[in-house]
């Protein structure tokens, strides 16, 4: 099961910023939080993903709270392009052989609207 | 930018017949994974390959399903007989050891009648 909790769905106006919220209380220690987007019919595309510290990169912001049980990600500028499923997963390791596998929940349904 | 391919892209099938779809990850990824996607659902992990090798296949339906991946590159699976429960997105991704991401395929749309 996953082990993240999101909203089903959230909208957001074209050109706000998006802020998609992420519950993973019980995340360990060498767990890393990875946000990956699904376009309708097409496969999951990475987005980002982060241990402790904040994370920012082309596509988005990634806050993780203090103690590791919340994440939020940050879409600067949303598009129309960006509506989309989200899907928040925790998973061990980050490079390397101990990489635990991805396990996907349901996601959030983002509608960026004009 | 460098893709995984898959084919088909849609396949419609009968119930009891078999199917296979096949995937080409991105050039020197050595593991390759399995998902379903139900409509409405997340995906879900069918088999994790390295290399050759199968390192997880605990999800997948061992009486219908099977995967190989003979030469450590492109990957098969098939499912026979098919049921209409079958009926999802079967999506391939490839990963390096360096990589932190997955890159997923745009998957095949199999539904069975």
């Known amino acids: 099961d996953a082990k993240t909790t999101q909203p089903p769905s959230m909208d957001c106006a074209e050109g706000r910023a998006a802020n998609l919220p992420c519950n993973h209380s019980?995340?360990?220690?060498?767990?890393?939080v990875y946000w990956y987007r699904q376009i309708h019919s097409q496969g999951p595309q990475y987005i980002i993903h982060?241990?402790?510290n904040n994370e920012t990169n082309e596509m988005a912001s990634l806050i993780i709270t203090e103690d590791r049980k919340s994440s939020t990600l940050i879409l600067p500028h949303a598009t129309l392009r960006d509506t989309a499923v989200y899907y928040c997963?925790?998973?061990?390791?980050?490079?390397?052989?101990?990489?635990?596998?991805?396990?996907f929940g349901k996601g959030t349904k983002l509608s960026v609207k004009p | 930018e460098a893709e995984v391919a898959q084919s088909p892209r849609y396949k419609i099938t009968e119930k009891s017949q078999a199917v296979a779809f096949w995937c080409d990850p991105i050039?020197?990824?050595?593991?390759l994974y399995w998902y379903r996607q139900i409509l409405g659902q997340g995906p879900e992990l069918l088999v994790q390959?390295?290399?050759?090798?199968?390192?997880?296949d605990s999800q997948l339906p061992k009486d219908r399903f099977s995967a190989e991946r003979l030469k450590g590159v492109d990957s098969t699976l098939k499912i026979q007989p098919a049921e209409l429960g079958d009926s999802a997105m079967y999506l391939c991704?490839?990963?390096?050891?360096?990589?932190?991401?997955?890159?997923f395929g745009s998957g095949t749309r199999l539904t069975v009648v």
């Open positions: 019980t995340i360990s220690g060498n767990e890393y």
């Open positions: 997963i925790v998973r061990v390791g980050s490079y390397g052989g101990s990489q635990g596998n991805l396990i």
């Open positions: 991704a490839s990963s390096t050891y360096l990589e932190a991401g997955y890159t």
């Open positions: 390959f390295q290399d050759e090798s199968v390192v997880d």
């Open positions: 982060g241990l402790k």
């Open positions: 050039s020197g990824h050595a593991t």
